[in-house]
C-alpha cells in the first residue's frame, strides 16, 4: 500500500458525512467467507453519493430474494466525500461491504488494486471495453463493476426560454446549439439580454463539460508527467468560460444549497447535463415545470462522470458483497436504475435494452430521454486521458474558478494560484 500517498489524501480532504438508511431489521455480521446464498445473517453495507439509482425498492428486492441478508445504504452528500472517507480507510478499517468510486478518481484507486477484491473473471465482458480496460490493474484484475457512464446533453427551462423569445421545442434548441461552445455561449448572450438573468449555473460545471473533450488535458499519458499550467487548451477554456461566466453565470457551484434552490427558483436557465444528473434535477425541483433535455451538445460528444462499485478486500463479508454487486451491474438492476434516477447503462445488454431506448421521461416534458443519450454517447469520440493526479488537479482548478466567481479573486490572479498548487502535487 503507497501509504505516503494515502495520508496525502486524507491531508486533502475532511472525512465524509454520510447519512445511513437501514433498509430492514438488525442482523448479525459474518466473515469474509459469507455468502448472500446461504442461512447465515448477513449485513451489507453500501456506501453511494449523488444518486445511483438504487431505491428503497430496489435493495429491499435483494433482501426479498435473499431473506438472510440486510442491507444498509450510506450516502455520501457528494462525492468529494465520499473520496476522502474512501482513501482515509482503505486497506484499514470503517469501508463499507461495497463502496462506490467515481472515474474522475478512478486513477488513484487503480494504485492501490491490490487492496481490492477483484470482479469474478467471467463477468469482464459484461460492460463495454473501455469501461472494463479503465478498471483492470496491471495483473489483469477488473477491480470495478461497472455501473454508469454520463454522456452529455443539454437541460434547459423550456419556460424561461419562451420569456425570452428563444425556441422551446427541444429539436428547434438542438439545432439553435449546434455548433462549437461560442454558439452556446453565443444563446447565452441572447437570453441575458433578453432577460437580464443567468444563462447557465456556474463556471464550474460549464468547464467540466469543456474539459472532457479534451484527449489530455492535465497529464502526459505516456510517461505521468503534469502538463497541465502549460497546457494551451486549458488556459484557453479557462479564459472562455471565465469571459462568458461574468454576465451569463448564476454563480452557483454545483452541489450548493442555493444551486439546488436554482433548479427550481429560475436562477439559471441551462445546464449540462449527463444522465444521471436527470434524477438530480428532479429529485430536487420536483415541483418546478418547464424542464426539459436537447439532443446536442457544445462542440460535439462528451461523457460527464460515470462510476464503479469496489469490493475492499478486507471487508467482513466479501464473498456476498461481490454477489450483491454482481446483481446490482447486472442488466436487469442498471435499467430499473436508470429508471429511478436516469443513471446510464455502461452494460453491453442494457444498451440494447427496449426499455432504455423507447424510455421517456414525463418530468423532462415527455423527452424520449433513452434515445437522445444513446445518440449522446454514440458522439462522444474522446476518452480523456485522466492519470494518477487528474483528481486533484481538476479539484484545484473548480476551486480556481469559483474564487473568480465569488469575487475572491481576479481571473489572472486565481490562474496563478493554480498554478501554484499543480506545482506541489506530484
Known amino acids: ?6 495520508r496525502r489524501a486524507a491531508a486533502a480532504a475532511a472525512a465524509a458525512s454520510a447519512t445511513a438508511l437501514v433498509l430492514a431489521g438488525c442482523a ?3 466473515d469474509s467467507s459469507s455468502s448472500g446464498s446461504g442461512d447465515e445473517e448477513v449485513e451489507l453495507t453500501i456506501a453511494t453519493f449523488n444518486d445511483f439509482g438504487y431505491t428503497d425498492e430496489l435493495l429491499q428486492e435483494y433482501m426479498d430474494e435473499h431473506p438472510n441478508v440486510t442491507i444498509v445504504h450510506n450516502r455520501a452528500a457528494t462525492s468529494n466525500d465520499a473520496r476522502a ?3 482515509q480507510k482503505l486497506g484499514k478499517t470503517g469501508l463499507a461491504d461495497i463502496e462506490a468510486i467515481e472515474v474522475d478518481w478512478l486513477p488513484e484507486v487503480m494504485e492501490y488494486a491490490d487492496l481490492l477484491a477483484p470482479v469474478p473473471a467471467d463477468l469482464s465482458d459484461r460492460w463495454l471495453d473501455w469501461k472494463v480496460e479503465a478498471a483492470t490493474d ?3 484484475n477488473l477491480i ?3 455501473t454508469d457512464i454520463g454522456p452529455e446533453g443539454v437541460c434547459y427551462r423550456s419556460d424561461l426560454f419562451a420569456e425570452a423569445g428563444l425556441p422551446t421545442d427541444r429539436d428547434e434548441v ?3 446549439l449546434e455548433g462549437d461552445w461560442s454558439t452556446y ?4 448572450e441572447q437570453y441575458v439580454e433578453a432577460t437580464g438573468n443567468a444563462f447557465f449555473d456556474s463556471a464550474g460545471g460549464t468547464y467540466q463539460g469543456m474539459v472532457n473533450q479534451l484527449p489530455a488535458a492535465y497529464e502526459d499519458p505516456e510517461t505521468g508527467e503534469i502538463t497541465a499550467t502549460e497546457n494551451p487548451e486549458v488556459a484557453d477554456i479557462y479564459d472562455q468560460v471565465l469571459e462568458a461566466s461574468a454576465n451569463q453565470s448564476a454563480h452557483l457551484g454545483q452541489w450548493s444549497d442555493d444551486w439546488f434552490a436554482g433548479l427550481s427558483n429560475g436562477a439559471f436557465a441551462t445546464m449540462l447535463c449527463p444522465g444521471w444528473m436527470l434524477g438530480v434535477i428532479e429529485g430536487n425541483a420536483a415541483d418546478t415545470t418547464g424542464w426539459d433535455i436537447a439532443n446536442v451538445f457544445p462542440n460535439g460528444g462528451g461523457n460527464w462522470g460515470g462510476s464503479y462499485l469496489t469490493v475492499p478486500g478486507n471487508g467482513a463479508n466479501v464473498e456476498a458483497a461481490q454477489e450483491l454487486a454482481d446483481w446490482l451491474t447486472a442488466p436487469e438492476q442498471q435499467i430499473k436504475a436508470f429508471e429511478a434516477a436516469g443513471t446510464f447503462p455502461s452494460q453491453n445488454e442494457a444498451l440494447t435494452d427496449p426499455t432504455l431506448l423507447e424510455a421517456t421521461n414525463a418530468y423532462f416534458n415527455d423527452a ?3 434515445s437522445i443519450l444513446s445518440d449522446r454517447a454514440n458522439a462522444v469520440t474522446v476518452s480523456p486521458f485522466k492519470g494518477e493526479y487528474y483528481f486533484q488537479i481538476n479539484d484545484a482548478m473548480q476551486q480556481a474558478l469559483t474564487r473568480v466567481e465569488d469575487g475572491t479573486q481576479d481571473a489572472q490572479t486565481s490562474w496563478d494560484q493554480w498554478v501554484s498548487e499543480v506545482e506541489l502535487i506530484g
Do not use: I
Open 85 to 87: 472517507n474512501y482513501f
Open 28 to 30: 448479525g455480521s459474518s
Open 144 to 146: 470495478g463493476y461497472g
Open 174 to 176: 438542438a439545432a439553435m
Open 368 to 370: 424520449p430521454v433513452g
Open 185 to 188: 455561449f453565443e444563446m447565452g
Open 138 to 140: 496491471a495483473e489483469g
Open 1 to 6: 500500500m503507497k501509504s505516503r500517498a494515502l
